[in-house]
Every structure is written in C-alpha cells, then in structure tokens.
C-alpha cells in the first residue's frame, strides 16, 4: 500500500455564522449516536443491531449515489485495499457494539472521543510530516488525563463496566487506524466508497455474528428502540456523511473540525437526560480534559490541509 501523503487541498476559508451552525449542529447529532445505540440494544441484540443499521444505511448511501451520478466501480488493483479497510471495519464496530453494551452510554462517548487523539499517534509513526508538536503533545495529554480521570472511578469497578470500557478503548484504537489507512488511499476513490463498501462487507459478519451470539432479542423492539436504529441509520451514517464530507469539502478540516470539542457534550448531556444515566463529577472532569485536549490539537490552526472525509461510525 503506498505511503505517499495526500496533497493539500487549499487553506481553510472564513466560516460563515450559518456554516458554524451548521457544523455544530452536526457534531451535536454525532455525539448523540452512542446514547443511539444503547438505546437500540434495549430491544436487539448486539449484532443484530448493528447489522440493521449498517443495512439501512447502505441502501439509503447506495439510492443518494445512484441518484447524484456517482460511479460505483473501483477501479482494478483496489480492492485489496478495500478489503484491508473492510475488516478492520467490521472488527471495529463489532467491538464498539460489544463495548457500548457493557458500559454506559457516557462513558462510551467519552472513550470514542479518544480518536483524535490516536490518529495523532499513528500518523507520527506513519504518515511523512505528520509529527508531533508542542500543541499536540500538550493536547494529548490532556486528553487521556481524560481517561485515567473515568478508568480509575471506584463507581465504575464497582458497577462492572471496566470490560466495556477495554473494549471500547480498543474499537477506538481500530477506528483510529483505519482512519490513517483510508487517509493514505482516499485519494484514489470516491469518498462514499470507502463508507459503502466495507458497510456492505461489515453486514455479512454482522449477520453472522448475530447468528452466533445474539441468542434471543434482550427486550421488546418499541418506537424508541426503531426511532434509534433509524436515527443511527439515517441521521448520522446516512445524511451525517454527505453534510460532513460537503463541509470538509467546502470549508476545510481545519475550519470543520475545531468544533469536534461539542461531540463529548453532546454525548454526555443526552445520557443523563435521555437514558437517566448519573453524571458524576469524574465524568464532568474526564469530558472537560477531553474537550480541552479537542481544543488545543484543532482550534484556530490555520495553514494548508488536506479535507478527508471523515465516517462517523459510530
């Protein structure tokens, strides 16, 4: 696979009060899918959901691309790269399913908001010019003085939700990853190809891992339960895609992304009031480490970058 970084794509325009709306708005429905998703889990099973979700979107992505003229075909020589970029995939959102299930929706935000910080990490070891600074250095830290502030809470061992918490730490881990590997190929397909096809790919193990697994549906499937399958499906894998990806494409990912701080926020705040989950003064300090770290690495840096698309997976 080739290691040559992307070329930059132009300097960050001036972001208009209606795009910075616009932009917010967005990362607060991003932040909102964890809660989504446990939501979803209290009538499917966890592969089961999953796979439903991922189902609808890939329909939904598929019609939007028919539709607006896109091709679909990779091309020769590609699809070892899709193929790559397919597994870790489905291994990361089947252990971000897992580790959503055996957590709280707040805490889960909190660890999924850790990627940033990771993609700093394998981008210095793997993608030419991409070092660490001063200003990341000091955001990273800040950052996972986030974690070590929810890893080590007594009411956290106490309640068995450390397992979850590995296991979202390290779905997140392969979510970062992926994203350095789909950085060094974006370039060579269409954006909406490196979401629709390891969807595709992700469904077949989904369908059986929930085969496998999901023995029985853990409660009864109500609106709330379909209302957060299709806000996953529909607001955040399917229109969440087209309106981030316009904006990076519009405004840059500079611009675009200094307002990733609004995403544990968004998270956090909707666990307390949606799923009554208790917000404890560990969970605040752990969301503003993290939500200072977001802020130092991405606000008011303003030179030439590439716009990569960026999936929200979760």
Not at 48 to 71: E, H, Y
Not at 126 to 133: A, K, M, N, S, V
Request: proline content about 5%; overall charge positive; charged content about 10%.
């Amino acid at each position: 696979m080739s290691t040559t970084p992307l070329r930059a794509a132009h300097e960050n325009p001036a972001l208009p009060p209606r795009a910075a709306l616009a932009i917010a708005l967005i990362c607060m429905l991003f932040g909102a899918n964890t809660v989504a998703i446990k939501l979803s889990l209290t009538g499917l099973g966890v592969f089961s959901a999953a796979c439903l979700r991922f189902a609808i979107a890939a329909v939904v992505i598929s019609l939007w691309a028919r539709i607006t003229g896109r091709p679909f075909g990779l091309g020769r020589g590609r699809w070892r790269e899709m193929a790559l970029i397919s597994v870790i995939f489905s291994a990361q959102v089947s252990l971000m399913y897992l580790g959503i299930s055996n957590t709280l929706a707040s805490r889960a935000t909190l660890l999924v908001n850790l990627q940033p910080f990771f993609v700093m990490i394998w981008a210095h070891f793997w993608l030419p010019g991409d070092r660490f600074t001063w200003r990341k250095m000091a955001g990273l830290a800040l950052g996972f003085s986030g974690v070590v502030a929810i890893v080590r809470d007594p009411a956290a061992v106490s309640a068995g939700v450390t397992t979850g918490d590995a296991v979202m730490m390290l779905a997140t881990l392969l979510w970062s990853f992926n994203a350095i590997v789909v950085k060094q190929v974006i370039h060579r397909y269409e954006p909406f190809h490196i979401v629709l096809y390891p969807m595709l790919a992700a469904i077949v193990v989904f369908s059986v891992e929930a085969a496998l697994w999901d023995v029985a549906p853990p409660g009864h499937v109500d609106a709330a339960v379909v209302g957060a399958v299709l806000y996953q499906s529909l607001v955040t894998a399917s229109f969440g895609f087209v309106a981030w990806n316009h904006l990076l494409q519009r405004y840059g990912a500079v611009s675009v992304h200094s307002f990733l701080f609004i995403l544990p926020v968004t998270g956090v705040l909707f666990s307390g009031l949606i799923l009554g989950e208790p917000i404890t003064l560990r969970i605040l300090l752990s969301m503003g480490l993290i939500m200072a770290g977001l802020f130092v690495i991405h606000f008011r840096q303003r030179k030439t970058i590439e716009t990569v698309p960026l999936s929200r997976n979760l």
